[in-house]
């Protein structure tokens, strides 16, 4: 561990600020995750998928108007970006497989709503790929930031790297794929029902149970050390979207189990959290219908309101027109809606999953990590998020994150 706190967080660091300061550079890095059971050859973490260039979002969307999409001019946005970005074709690529079956023909449970690939290109590397429209790219864009961030904050927590591409003129995130054969997903009721009768279902409840407080001690003898750091720094770079579904755990050396976080597109989204241990309250909903006056006015946790048993029937009741009906499409509804109206929008409590509420584990977390949290600063942020700056990562956004981390602080007597 010495060696790694000594040698490798420089090293990683010279190879954060390459790629942070340069004008054009590859997305590589030389963290190393080795499999524990495939031996040093290994290497799983060094993406070099035939990278080409990555560079400024200046220079990708050079100013608003190149974003206007432009019929009669055969030079669209699509093309515009496809050039600016890493590309690549049907030549570079293998195989591309719905993420959907390759994690059934792994007998893997499944639970995730977006169409997301796995990649195999020719020269043998495996990428996940998740699309995005060249109109609404943040989720892309956070993905990489949550990489950056996780350069350097290494080696505390490991984001797979990251970057955005284009593969058969379809933009999106490539993530270097992780192989492992833990599976922290349930399966769900739907499927755990299947084939069962109605007298059997308090059984297969009872296995269901038993199943997730099997995954919970599988995720905690990852060690309190990897588990606060996650916590922590999932939490100040505003992943509010942290659970079993949206982690992988992998086998590495002697046992020890690395926890690797994917699908960080959730932190573009604005939340608020009583504390650092509490569920969030996510901003789901914004329009002027709410007619809000409460600009000055701080986060109402305490005035949040219920609905029970909630159907599309209920919520319309209670919000009228000033919900679009879209909203309320692909919506799942369990138990409770939990909510408060703040500044013109609709904030939902995201309850997931509660006994595996990872930020529940914030008990502890590791001097090296707060004293890395407290060299944070706005600069430091500004580099992490700048090719998401003109999209969500604005001034206010870096300095919610530095509050968040000022509550860690705080949280944890650090000064
Ligand atoms: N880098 C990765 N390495 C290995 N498997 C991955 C990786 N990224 C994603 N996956 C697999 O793909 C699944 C879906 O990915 P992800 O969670 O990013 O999709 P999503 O649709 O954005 O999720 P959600 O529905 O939570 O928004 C994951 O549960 C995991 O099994
Ligand atoms: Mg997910």
């Given at each position: 561990m010495t060696f790694l706190y000594n040698f490798l967080i420089p090293f990683i660091l010279n190879a954060f600020n390459s790629?942070?300061?340069?004008?054009?550079?590859?997305?590589?890095?030389?963290?190393?995750?080795?499999?524990?059971t495939s031996g040093s050859n290994n290497v799983i973490n060094k993406t070099n998928l035939n990278t080409k260039s990555y560079k400024k979002s200046s220079e990708r969307i050079n100013s608003d108007a190149s974003l206007v999409y432009d019929k009669e001019n055969t030079n669209s946005i699509i093309e515009q970006i496809t050039t600016k970005y890493d590309v690549y074709s049907s030549e570079d690529i293998l195989t591309k497989e719905n993420m959907k079956d390759v994690l059934l023909r792994q007998g893997k449970n499944v639970e995730f709503d977006n169409q997301v690939f796995l990649i195999t290109f020719k020269n043998g590397t495996k990428a996940v790929f998740k699309p995005c429209s060249p109109y609404y790219m943040r989720t892309a864009l956070a993905e990489v930031a949550a990489y950056k961030f996780s350069l350097y904050f290494a080696p505390f927590i490991y984001v797979p790297s990251t970057k955005v591409c284009t593969i058969d003129g379809q933009l999106g995130s490539l993530q270097e794929y992780i192989e492992t054969d833990i599976d922290l997903v349930l399966p769900s009721w739907k499927d755990a029902i299947k084939g069962k009768k109605h007298t059997?279902?308090?059984?297969?409840?009872?296995?269901?149970?038993k199943k997730r407080k099997d995954l919970e001690t599988l995720i905690i003898s990852a060690g309190k050390e990897k588990l606060g750091a996650y916590a922590a720094l999932m939490y100040v770079i505003g992943q509010w979207d942290i659970g079993p579904h949206n982690m992988l755990l992998k086998k590495i050396g002697k046992g020890e189990l690395e926890i690797v976080c994917i699908d960080n597109a959730a932190i573009s989204t604005p939340f608020e959290s009583i504390t650092c241990t509490s569920y969030p309250f996510v901003n789901v909903y914004s329009s002027s219908n709410f007619n809000t006056s409460d600009h000055d006015k701080p986060f109402p946790f305490k005035s949040s309101k219920r609905i029970h048993k909630p159907t599309v029937a209920k919520l319309k009741s209670v919000f009228g027109n000033k919900i679009d009906d879209s909203f309320y499409k692909g919506m799942e509804f369990y138990g409770w809606f939990e909510y408060v109206i703040w500044r013109s929008a609709l904030w939902k409590k995201v309850e997931n999953d509660t006994t595996l509420f990872i930020r529940s584990h914030l008990k502890y977390c590791p001097q090296q990590v707060l004293q890395r949290l407290k060299e944070l600063n706005l600069k430091t942020l500004k580099e992490i998020f700048y090719d998401a700056k003109d999209d969500f990562a604005n001034e206010p956004f870096l300095h919610k994150i530095l509050e968040r981390r000022d509550k860690i602080l705080k949280e944890f007597k650090y000064s």
């Open positions: 790629i942070i300061s340069n004008e054009v550079k590859t997305l590589t890095d030389d963290r190393h995750l080795h499999s524990e059997e279902f308090d059984a297969v409840s009872k296995e269901l149970d």
